[in-house]
Structures are given as C-alpha cells and as structure tokens.
C-alpha cells in the first residue's frame, strides 16, 4: 500500500485557510500557527531531546522585542527584523546551554526557569528600551522587504507564518537542539509581536513556557506534527470554552487532563496507532 504524502497534504490545506475561511478564520490560523511554531521548538527539546525546559518564554520574548524594537524604532522592513529575532534568541540559547545542558532532569529544568525570570524582570524593569510594563504598543506590520508588498492583511500575513513553520527541522544533540529550539522559539515571538501589534515583557514570564509546553504533551511529543494539533486543539478548546462559561479554567484544565490520560502518547500519537492499526487491517484482509 503506498503512503499517504501527509506533508505535502498538509501544506495545501495550510495554504487554502485564507481562501476558503472568513477574516476570523485567517486570525485564528495565524494564531494557531504561530503557537504551533513556538511549540515545535520546545518539541524539538522535549521530545527528541529529553531536556524539559520550564523557560523557554525566554527567546519568545527575546525574539518579539527584538522584532519588535527593529521593526518600530529602526523602521526595517521584515525581512531584517524577522531573521534578527531567530539570531539574538539562538545567541542568548548558545550562552545559557553551555550552562544549562551540564545539567540534567530537574536541575536542567529550574535553571532554564532561572534564566527566563532573569530575562522577564530585565524585560520589566528596563523601561527605557522594553518600554517596562507597557511593552512596546503599535509594532507596525511593515513591507515585507523595502518597497516590497505590504504585511498589513491577516492573509498576506498568514502566508508568510505558514512558510515560517514549513522549515522547521529536528537534530539530536543536546547543545545544538537547545540553540536551534531558542532560534525557533525566537522567531515564532517575532511574529506573535508583530500579529498582537505589541510586544510586552508577559511574552517571556513562565506561564508562556507552561501554555506551549501544554500543547507539546497535548499533541503528542517526538512527533513532527503533534505540537501543531496541540496548538490547534487548545486554542480551540480555550475559544468554545470560554465562550461558554466563567468558569472556563476548571472546564478546559478538566478536559485537558482526560485528553492526556486518555492519550499518553497525545492526539497526534494517538491518530498515528489508529492508522498503523487501519492499514494493518486492511493489509491482512
């Protein structure tokens, strides 16, 4: 039985949001890959790797203020503010893993979260560049490139997030995944402070590495595709829920908690046994 092209599929599906759906639609897939970028990168720690980071807002945010201070105070256009974002953030990665990587389990754990704090409360205090705790409001969605075409539409603005995630690829030694997670960590902060219009120092506080690391375990680690269905159902899940009732925490820390025991492998490792089951199936028959 030949094999389903799941990759190419995907990317068409990915690249017919803005046609086939409404504005919100193209919002909500922007939001949707954005996170399952910031997610990929933690996958590429967690489950490859094995290194849990608890601080991996850290080059979130370093990346969105970098995006953002460049592309407001400096006026360049995006195609030099994005790839700065990934620059900086797998710099500041390159400095803490030589620390961090000589560690291990939950040592490993409490000094990526002692970085981030440090890098939050820099973020806090340092008024004068971050902005304090008014962050940096109004980041212009500038030209893709000088006199290039414009990044003000939810749609043009999709494509270029969509293609963003499409080259995202995994390696196995510690030091380098720990740089490559914080360059991509990096650039998915540059977009999500472009696609807020802000950047403020919450990007990088802990409860970030907490969402994406949900989403991570939700969609499945050690597959290329579980943290994009992580994303997916979680911001969905939050969008209905909250939609529904006040009480959306207790609601959607309840359902979350039946997905992940009722999916220890998370959604994507789930539709991986089911589908290795059906083809089986259908070979013996």
Same mark, same amino acid.
């Given at each position: 039985?030949?094999r389903?092209p799941?990759?190419?599929?995907?990317?068409?599906?990915?690249l017919?949001?803005?046609?086939?759906?409404s504005?919100?639609?193209?919002?909500?897939?922007n939001?949707?890959?954005?996170?399952?970028?910031?997610a990929?990168?933690?996958?590429?720690?967690?489950?490859?790797?094995?290194?849990?980071?608890?601080?991996?807002?850290?080059?979130?945010?370093?990346?969105?203020?970098?995006?953002?201070?460049?592309?407001?105070?400096?006026?360049?256009?995006?195609l030099?503010?994005?790839? #700065? =974002?990934? $620059? *900086? !953030? %797998? @710099? &500041? +990665?390159?400095?803490?893993?030589?620390?961090?990587?000589?560690?291990? /389990?939950i040592?490993?754990?409490?000094?990526?979260?002692?970085?981030?704090?440090?890098?939050?409360?820099?973020?806090?205090?340092?008024?004068?560049?971050?902005?304090?705790?008014?962050?940096?409001?109004?980041?212009?969605?500038?030209?893709?490139?000088?006199?290039?075409?414009s990044?003000?539409?939810?749609?043009?603005?999709?494509?270029?997030?969509?293609?963003?995630?499409?080259?995202?690829?995994?390696?196995?030694?510690?030091? #380098? =995944?720990? $740089? *490559? !997670? %914080? @360059? &991509? +960590?990096?650039l998915?902060?540059?977009l999500?402070?472009?696609?807020? /219009?802000?950047?403020?120092?919450?990007?990088?506080?802990?409860?970030?590495?907490?969402?994406?690391?949900?989403?991570?375990?939700?969609?499945?680690?050690?597959?290329?595709?579980?943290?994009?269905?992580?994303?997916?159902?979680?911001i969905?899940?939050?969008?209905?829920?909250?939609?529904?009732?006040?009480?959306?925490?207790?609601?959607?820390?309840?359902?979350?908690?039946?997905?992940?025991?009722?999916?220890?492998?998370g959604? #994507?490792?789930?539709?991986?046994?089911?589908?290795a089951?059906?083809?089986?199936?259908?070979?013996?028959?």
């Amino acid at each position: 039985m030949r094999r389903v092209p799941w990759a190419p599929l995907a990317l068409v599906a990915a690249l017919l949001v803005p046609a086939a759906g409404s504005r919100f639609y193209t919002f909500v897939a922007n939001d949707v890959v954005i996170w399952a970028l910031f997610a990929t990168s933690l996958n590429l720690l967690v489950g490859y790797s094995g290194l849990v980071s608890f601080g991996h807002a850290a080059y979130f945010g370093i990346g969105a203020y970098t995006t953002g201070l460049l592309m407001k105070k400096a006026a360049l256009p995006f195609l030099l503010a994005f790839p #700065a =974002a990934g $620059v *900086l !953030a %797998g @710099a &500041f +990665a390159l400095l803490f893993g030589v620390f961090c990587v000589r560690l291990t /389990r939950i040592y490993f754990a409490m000094l990526t979260l002692a970085f981030a704090q440090f890098l939050y409360t820099v973020a806090y205090k340092w008024r004068d560049l971050t902005g304090g705790s008014d962050g940096i409001a109004c980041v212009p969605k500038t030209a893709l490139f000088w006199g290039g075409p414009s990044l003000a539409t939810p749609r043009a603005f999709y494509f270029v997030v969509a293609v963003s995630l499409i080259g995202v690829n995994v390696r196995r030694y510690e030091l #380098a =995944a720990f $740089v *490559l !997670a %914080g @360059a &991509f +960590a990096g650039l998915a902060g540059g977009l999500f402070g472009i696609f807020n /219009r802000g950047v403020f120092p919450d990007f990088a506080y802990w409860t970030k590495s907490s969402e994406v690391l949900i989403m991570t375990l939700l969609g499945g680690m050690g597959t290329f595709y579980g943290p994009t269905v992580g994303a997916l159902a979680l911001i969905l899940l939050n969008q209905q829920i909250t939609s529904y009732t006040e009480y959306w925490p207790f609601v959607l820390g309840s359902i979350l908690v039946a997905l992940l025991f009722g999916f220890p492998g998370g959604l #994507a490792g789930a539709a991986i046994v089911l589908w290795a089951r059906a083809r089986g199936r259908l070979r013996s028959a």
